[in-house]
């Protein structure tokens, strides 16, 4: 099952020193076969993110207005748009229980 996810603004900050901050589209699902939440997305196309990455993966942190998760980045389609993952809590919100799902 999916989740709603996440779409707005976060500040991606690169192996731990360079910020930026871009437009994401995030959403995840739990694993039932392995017990875990796995979350992933696109970043929007950022010059300065091109260039500092270029075409290689990356480990990142991302921050949302509703919380923060380390990933990874890999490389970029064809329009600079990079994939993002990361395992573990995500950097949005995500319901726990029925009583804060909408019917």
Same mark, same amino acid.
């Given at each position: 099952? +999916?989740?709603?996810?996440?779409? @707005?603004?976060?500040?991606?900050? =690169? #192996?731990? *020193? &360079?910020?930026?901050?871009?437009? /994401? ?22 010059? +300065?993110?091109?260039?500092?990455? @270029?075409?290689?993966?990356?480990? =990142? #942190?991302? *921050? &949302?207005?509703?919380?923060?998760? /380390? ?33």
């Amino acid at each position: 099952m +999916e989740d709603e996810g996440y779409e @707005g603004l976060a500040v991606l900050v =690169v #192996e731990g *020193r &360079t910020e930026f901050t871009v437009r /994401a589209t995030l959403t995840g699902g739990f694993q039932p076969l392995d017990g875990r939440y796995r979350w992933y997305g696109r970043l929007e196309a950022h010059e +300065e993110l091109t260039r500092l990455v @270029g075409d290689r993966s990356a480990g =990142v #942190e991302v *921050r &949302t207005a509703e919380g923060h998760a /380390a990933g990874r980045i890999t490389e970029p389609d064809l329009w600079n748009r990079y994939r993002i993952e990361g395992t573990s809590v995500p950097p949005f919100r995500v319901p726990f229980g029925l009583d804060e799902v909408e019917p």
